[in-house]
């Protein structure tokens, strides 16, 4: 079984639609991140939590929210999707800094598509 | 101007061949450094960290130089298994963990 996995994987929704994408992981990090990542722009940090009472924005927050429900589970919503919000988003999880060997670890991704 | 930036690519190289990417940061104080890779359509991957000696794994060697704010990834001996496209990672100077990534070099190895 996959150690951060992502539902749904593929989503194809209308502009103005509320939209969840979650993230479980079973890798008992306590740190989540959700990125998305267009074509030549690379992946930008949306939010991030370092432990459940711990949430903040990333580099691109509007738009989005999060809820850290649980130190394995963070969702990331769309209150109303618009077609600009259409890409490939992944979450991800990363153990608390060791020295220069904390890494972080992606789910699959999630296609999402506004129309 | 980008945090960090990439040649985007593609590189196209035949099998066997050497091949080498860079990557500038406009961060001074940035701590530290990786290469990821991503399949198509996957998620990324941890390739390997760049340290300030330099860090070699089997047929990919990765460098740092502060004084240019680059690091590179060469890889050796390619094989068409190597086809992906490689990010160059770095974390921020706080102590946040929060990673700031470049777009990607796309390599294809061809037979």
């Known amino acids: 079984d996959a150690d951060v996995t992502q539902t749904p994987r593929n989503r194809i929704t209308k502009t103005g639609k509320r939209i969840m994408l979650e993230c479980s992981q079973t890798k008992g990090h306590d740190r989540m991140y959700w990125y998305r990542q267009d074509p030549g722009l690379g992946l930008r940090l949306i939010y991030y939590s370092f432990d459940v009472k711990d949430i903040n924005k990333g580099e691109i927050s509007d738009g989005y929210s999060v809820s850290r429900q649980a130190q394995a589970k963070f969702s990331l919503s769309l209150e109303s999707a618009i077609p600009n919000q259409t890409a490939l988003y992944f979450c991800?999880?990363?153990?608390?800094?060791?020295?220069?060997?904390?890494?972080?670890?992606f789910g699959p991704g999630t296609r999402l598509t506004v129309l | 101007r980008k945090e960090v930036e990439q040649d985007p690519g593609p590189f196209n190289v035949p099998e066997g061949a050497t091949v080498a990417f860079n990557c500038t940061y406009s961060?001074?104080?940035?701590?530290?450094f990786f290469w990821y890779r991503q399949d198509c359509r996957k998620e990324p991957k941890l390739l390997m960290s760049v340290y300030s000696s330099g860090n070699e794994d089997g047929r990919f060697t990765a460098q740092l130089n502060r004084a240019s704010q680059y690091i590179s990834l060469l890889i050796r001996d390619s094989k068409l298994s190597d086809s992906a496209t490689y990010l160059c990672?770095?974390?921020?100077?706080?102590?946040?963990?929060?990673?700031?990534f470049g777009q990607g070099t796309t390599l294809q190895v061809k037979p």
């Open positions: 991800a999880t990363s153990d608390r800094l060791a020295g220069e060997e904390d890494t972080q670890y």
């Open positions: 990672v770095q974390r921020g100077s706080s102590n946040t963990g929060k990673l700031i």
């Open positions: 961060n001074s104080a940035s701590q530290s």
